[in-house]
């Protein structure tokens, strides 16, 4: 038989938003992963890609392999990725896991459904390259800031109210509609908020900038003077204005929910939720797919209309977008992220030092295992030989195979593990 779990070599992404040199956690594991490659001090290192993405295809690391990539090698071999998975998704692993070392903002963005999806693809290819659905999920690993849903309804008011500069973007008119809105009609208040979202996001560029430059200026000299700025989220705004100047999404920060992730918490995307991740190292799991929707902190392709139609206007307060992990019942060093969708799903994996062997066990699932912490030798029936497993290693398990774990550090091991639960 060929091996059916092996160790990859995985993508690296420069993008400009990364951190920098060993300030990344993408570098610090690619680094202990291999030896052999050098981190360039000057160079961001934004993103992991550990899958089959054909922008990112993971290379096999053994040689006895035929296949040079893990994309490759399920096209040959389809069964590894468990019979309900390769028949859910004809034959190809859903879900693409990455680690991303956010130093400044990405682009305010959300995800179009399956349906928008299929429309937006057909009508710009070129913008949209796929027609699937793209829920996401952020694990921090350090502590980890984002922008995550609509605020509640209170909380844009009283900015509406501190911020004459937002308010004079979104005019009079639809501010009071917003601030008359009650909490007993739900859909008249996502249609205030809709309507005040849009005219933000859709003010004549002069207008904007100028207003976003009194606003910078009145909140610099403010801050200058020692005053409380909270009130108009002061500290964040001068941060956004300073990575991405003259930028309409500095002003969304009155509108998002900013979200604090500790490391091992998480937050849930799902379709059409505007979001932007700040600042922070985090693993994320997504369904395989490139379309992004997206209106500001960007030098990207920006399509504001469609993402003002697409949005979900539900209020919410920021705790509620925490996702929680379930320990599992049959293994208490597990804890499950298991998300609304059936594309993926993670494990967190925490082996304590009295722990000298532990058994990955076997799943109905194709996974990908990544060491964060810890050392430990790696011996499977489906592996050609031992794998010496420590921080940044990363595997692929075919479905129904296990690996023992003889571990060999004083701290114990953190893993995550990504697979799909059908």
Same mark, same amino acid.
């Given at each position: 038989?060929?091996? $059916? *779990? !092996?160790?990859? /070599?995985?993508?690296? %992404? ?8 060993? @300030? ?20 961001? #290192? ?38 309900? *998975? ?44 796929? $027609? ?22 209170? @909380?844009?008011?009283?900015? +509406? %109210? ?13 501010? @009071?509609?917003?601030? &008359? ?7 008249? *208040? ?17 207008? !904007?900038?100028? %207003? ?5 200026? &009145? ?17 964040? =705004? ?29 937050? !849930? ?8 991740? =700040? ?9 395989? /797919? ?10 990207? !392709?920006?399509?504001? +209309?469609?993402?003002?139609?697409? =949005?979900? #206007? ?5 705790? /509620? ?48 295992? +990544? ?14 030989? @031992?794998?010496?497993?420590? &921080? ?5 398990? /075919? ?18 593990? $990504?697979?799909?639960?059908?």
């Amino acid at each position: 038989f060929p091996p $059916a *779990v !092996f160790p990859l /070599s995985c993508v690296v %992404q420069n993008y400009s938003w990364g951190k920098v040199g060993l @300030e990344s956690e993408v570098a610090k594991l690619v680094a202990s992963g291999d030896p052999q490659v050098q981190i360039q001090p000057d160079q961001p #290192y934004a993103e992991l890609w550990m899958g089959t993405h054909p922008r990112g295809d993971a290379l096999i690391r053994d040689n006895r392999i035929p296949q040079k990539t893990l994309g490759q090698w399920i096209a040959d071999n389809p069964a590894c990725l468990g019979a309900k *998975v390769k028949d859910a998704f004809q034959g190809h692993l859903p879900f693409l896991f990455k680690v991303l070392s956010v130093n400044t903002a990405l682009s305010v963005q959300a995800h179009p459904n399956k349906e928008l999806a299929a429309k937006l693809h057909a009508q710009f290819p070129e913008h949209y390259p796929d $027609a699937n659905h793209k829920p996401e999920m952020a694990i921090a690993l350090t502590p980890f800031e984002g922008m995550c849903g609509f605020r509640p309804v209170e @909380e844009i008011v009283s900015f +509406l %109210q501190n911020v004459p500069e937002l308010r004079a973007l979104i005019g009079e008119v639809a501010a @009071e509609q917003l601030e &008359r809105s009650g909490s007993d009609d739900p859909r008249g *208040v996502s249609a205030a908020l809709r309507v005040c979202f849009t005219r933000l996001m859709k003010s004549e560029k002069k207008f !904007f900038v100028d %207003q976003l430059n009194m606003l910078v200026k &009145r909140i610099s000299q403010e801050a200058a003077e020692g005053k409380d700025t909270s009130g108009s989220s002061g500290d964040l =705004l001068l941060r956004l204005h300073s990575q991405y100047p003259g930028d309409i999404g500095c002003f969304t920060i009155y509108f998002l929910n900013v979200v604090r992730l500790e490391p091992g918490e998480a937050m !849930f995307l799902g379709a059409n939720e505007p979001h932007a991740y =700040l600042h922070g190292d985090c693993v994320e799991i997504m369904a395989c /797919s490139d379309n992004t929707v997206r209106a500001g902190l960007t030098p990207k !392709f920006i399509d504001v +209309l469609t993402l003002c139609e697409m =949005l979900n #206007y539900t209020p919410a307060p920021s705790s /509620s977008k925490i996702f929680p992990a379930a320990q599992s019942q049959l293994d208490p060093h597990v804890y499950l992220y298991d998300p609304p969708v059936p594309d993926f799903s993670i494990l967190r994996i925490e082996i304590p030092a009295s722990i000298k062997l532990y058994l990955v066990s076997a799943m109905d699932s194709a996974s990908i295992l +990544l060491v964060i912490q810890g050392t430990a030798v790696g011996t499977s029936t489906a592996a050609a030989s @031992e794998m010496s497993l420590h &921080r940044g290693s990363v595997l692929f398990i /075919s479905a129904n195979e296990s690996i023992s774990l003889h571990l060999s550090s004083p701290d114990g091991m953190l893993l995550f593990r $990504a697979c799909c639960l059908l």
